[in-house]
């Protein structure tokens, strides 16, 4: 007698979620340390997050604080949307205690994936319409000197994102 079994792993929006929550983690660090951003708008970002993580059009998206006249980070953290099995699901935290973020406005930045990119134009209307986040066209801040942290990612079911923190010198 013998038996085969095959598994079938798909990536569902309660993965996305998860993995949302651990970028909701980060946020409300950066609440406690820093004030911003507030917490109705982290859930947004959360939801949005796990939404375009769900379909595969998730880029990257960038969290801190900017220089609105230079249009510069100050203070970055950075998702990287990124698939396959080799991926480490790590704890949230570990953010920079003392950046001086005086008068910055908390800021967020989204790039889509190719395969958002491949879609018909009214179909990336339709995806950008259902996030609870409206995003406006802006050019990308920079991040010029300074440092970049890296070694954190969230990761369920062969999807994830891996995270780097920057702060300017």
């Known amino acids: 007698m013998t038996a085969s ?3 079938s792993a798909t990536f569902t929006l309660t993965d996305a979620r998860y993995i949302g929550a651990k970028v909701g983690a980060d946020l409300r660090q950066l609440n406690s340390l820093y004030g911003k ?3 109705t708008d982290i859930d947004n970002y959360v939801e949005e997050v796990a939404m375009l993580l769900k ?6 998206v960038d969290f801190g604080f900017r ?3 230079s249009n510069a980070w100050k203070l970055r953290l950075r998702y990287r949307a990124t698939t ?3 991926l480490v699901d790590t704890r949230p935290g570990s953010l920079p205690r003392s950046a001086d973020i005086t008068g910055l406005d908390f800021y967020s930045y989204v790039t889509y994936s190719p395969a958002f990119h491949l879609l018909a134009t009214a179909d990336r209307d339709r995806v950008k319409v259902a996030l609870p986040v409206r995003r406006t066209g802006a050019d990308a801040p920079t991040a010029n000197a300074g440092t970049t942290q890296t070694g954190r990612s969230y990761a369920r079911n062969g999807t994830g994102v891996d995270r780097d923190v920057y702060q300017a010198q």
């Open 5 to 7: 079994y095959a598994r």
């Open 84 to 86: 396959g099995g080799h």
């Open 67 to 69: 220089d609105t006249g």
């Open 37 to 39: 951003p507030v917490h």
């Open 55 to 60: 379909d595969g059009y998730l880029g990257t």
